[in-house]
């Protein structure tokens, strides 16, 4: 019913009748009307922004390679509305994806399985498997009804830009690129989900987020991380997409303090001679001396700094602040995926 229906080309061609710009959460019927005729349009998530097209429409999702600046060996993730959904994206859905889907959707988790036939080869960047999430938000699941089809969504920023938290980051980014920004609230999570390819065994973490590691291991106990990997398995998985891509970097200099090493990435001691008055500080505590800084961003927790820290760097950037110190945390929990968001910024390429 679905396969019939997502080939009919026939719908109504109307993106140029509509306007594109701005669109508030009570006009989802014109985002979803414009991604049924073939529009990119952003909207929000629990986790960041997505830019939103029709998964069944190559065509479309070839806009979204282009309106990002995303290499076209970078696979994009397929949202669905419901369970179901996953059933028809998906050649199989392994007792093991069955388990993860009811432990974790609809959530901030991503499972890589075997692909379906009428996933397109751009879609998955040449890959036999497809990456795929149902959202837990209302807005996000409410979109994909309308829209009658599954959507890929990658996060909406322009590639190696930290991703989008708020639709006026989106806007930034990518303005004039896209057809639509449906405008919710802040991103609850403000990292992107965490990605877990099942289609080897074990199965491995290739991305972290707000579903730890540990929560994934009281599923499915045999999980590994990619970094725990050794050798030849880590070097087939890291030509993983997305695992060597640049990533989330602010146009100022990040740095890490707190570390045991002290520091990875650039050194603080370089940042340091940067002036006092374009320095920023982020971290769950103060930095001491607090006049050797002109932003000082102390979080409550690490749920708090997830959540901010994207629109902090962007923020940043906009007050041209050069240098970005990140206080480390914790790796447990969304610890883990923020370290890793944070050292991933602060190396040089
Ligand atoms: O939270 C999120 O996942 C957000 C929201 C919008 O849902 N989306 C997002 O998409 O972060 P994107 O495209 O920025 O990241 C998708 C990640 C990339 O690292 C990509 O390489 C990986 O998923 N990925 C997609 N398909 C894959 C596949 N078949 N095999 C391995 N990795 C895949
Ligand atoms: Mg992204």
């Not at 996953?86 to 959707?105: C, D, G, M, T, Y």
């Not at 909406?156 to 004039?176: C, F, H, I, K, M």
């Not at 403000?190 to 080897?200: A, K, N, P, R």
């Amino acid at each position: 019913m679905w396969r019939s229906r997502w080939n009919d080309r026939n719908w109504e061609r109307r993106v140029s009748e509509i306007e594109t710009s701005l669109l508030s959460i009570d006009r989802l019927g014109d985002a979803a009307a414009i991604i049924a005729a073939g529009g990119i349009v952003a909207f929000p998530t629990e986790t960041v922004y997505g830019l939103g097209a029709d998964a069944t429409n190559a065509a479309a999702i070839l806009r979204i390679f282009e309106a990002k600046g995303r290499p076209s060996d970078n696979p994009l993730i397929v949202h669905v509305a419901d369970v179901e959904g996953v059933f028809r994206v998906a050649k199989e859905v392994s007792p093991i994806a069955q388990k993860l889907i009811h432990a974790f959707w609809p959530g901030p988790l991503t499972i890589v399985m075997p692909k379906g036939e009428w996933v397109s080869e751009v879609l998955c960047a040449g890959l036999p498997s497809v990456a795929v999430r149902m959202p837990k938000h209302s807005v996000a699941i409410e979109l994909i009804r309308r829209a009658g089809v599954p959507l890929v969504a990658p996060s909406a920023n322009r590639s190696g830009r930290p991703s989008g938290t708020t639709w006026e980051a989106v806007q930034d980014d990518l303005s004039g690129r896209i057809d639509g920004i449906v405008c919710g609230e802040p991103t609850e999570l403000g990292l992107e989900s965490t990605v877990i390819d099942i289609t080897q065994s074990p199965p491995c973490v290739l991305r972290h987020g707000a579903i730890s590691l540990t929560a994934l291991q009281a599923v499915c106990p045999d999980v590994v991380s990619l970094e725990d990997l050794k050798g030849v398995e880590q070097v087939r998985l890291r030509k993983s997409p997305g695992t060597r891509h640049r990533h989330y970097q602010p146009h100022a200099r990040v740095m890490v303090a707190g570390l045991k090493t002290e520091v990875m990435g650039n050194t603080l001691s370089e940042g340091w001679a940067s002036n006092p008055s374009s320095r920023a500080w982020i971290g769950l505590s103060s930095p001491n001396p607090v006049s050797d800084w002109r932003i000082i961003q102390v979080c409550e927790n690490v749920d708090e700094y997830a959540r901010v820290l994207f629109s902090f760097f962007r923020e940043m950037d906009r007050l041209g602040i050069e240098a970005i110190v990140c206080e480390s945390v914790p790796e447990v929990g969304i610890g883990r995926a923020l370290m890793d968001r944070i050292l991933r910024a602060s190396v040089d390429e």
